[in-house]
């Protein structure tokens, strides 16, 4: 059974661990380029066989992050000065996708996990939507995912962002579920590069602040849940949006 113990991190693991089943980790609240060179370790430490497969959660400090979808810059719209003012940093990642934000109250999901029995990078774009969207069922919304874009929706609203890259088929970079966060900032960017949308959180569709460790555990009960399914199937690289 997968382990779902949630260890506190605030610095990189040792560089040569024992051998570890799956597990599910909790680095807090982060900077991003920190979290994105300790996750660059976990994905030399999954190929070097010296984890298992892990799924990591972490709060960013606010963030603008762009993937390396062509034309993703052009969607900041807030200026230098504005950026200071706010504190928002601005980040060119490695991951898939346009540009996003992180900031603290949204939940970010990396996992770091092997693709190796099963080469579809479409499939598991799809298992970590199928994840959000049976996690956002159990707590209260339904959420689905939108023809043509990769994330997931309430109607025209969207919830949670998607981007991943892939190293020698050890995956990285993930989600981001807007859970108590404030969406101010999403303002600043043309979220995704989705101009007929809006932005959305658990908080504001549910009138609540949502409590952040019940929402990591329902995230990471459902993805070891739906992880082994994942591996059965045939692989089958067409985009399996339903």
């Not at 605030?10 to 380029?33: I, K, L, Q, S």
């Amino acid at each position: 059974m997968a382990s779902t113990t949630f260890v506190p991190a605030v610095t990189p693991a040792p560089a040569r661990p024992e051998p570890v089943e799956r597990a599910t980790v909790d680095w807090g609240r982060t900077n991003y380029t920190p979290a994105w060179h300790w996750q660059e370790d976990f994905v030399a430490r999954r190929l070097a066989g010296e984890i298992g497969d892990t799924l990591v959660f972490t709060e960013h400090e606010p963030v603008y992050t762009l993937g390396v979808r062509l034309g993703a810059a052009r969607h900041l719209l807030w200026d230098a000065a504005e950026l200071t003012r706010r504190g928002i940093e601005v980040i060119e990642t490695n991951r898939g996708g346009d540009i996003t934000y992180h900031g603290p109250g949204q939940i970010v999901g990396y996992p770091i996990l092997s693709l190796a029995p099963h080469k579809d990078l479409h499939a598991y774009l799809r298992l970590l939507e199928q994840v959000l969207i049976n996690s956002l069922g159990s707590l209260g919304l339904a959420a689905a995912r939108r023809p043509g874009q990769t994330g997931i929706w309430l109607g025209p609203r969207k919830i949670a962002a998607i981007g991943v890259a892939v190293k020698r088929w050890v995956t990285y970079h993930g989600f981001a579920l807007n859970v108590n966060n404030d969406l101010t900032p999403f303002a600043g960017i043309v979220p995704c590069g989705i101009t007929d949308g809006t932005v959305t959180s658990m908080r504001q569709e549910l009138g609540r602040e949502c409590d952040l460790a019940e929402v990591k555990q329902v995230l990471a009960a459902e993805f070891w849940s739906l992880l082994p399914r994942f591996f059965s199937e045939t692989t089958d690289h067409t985009d399996k949006r339903g």
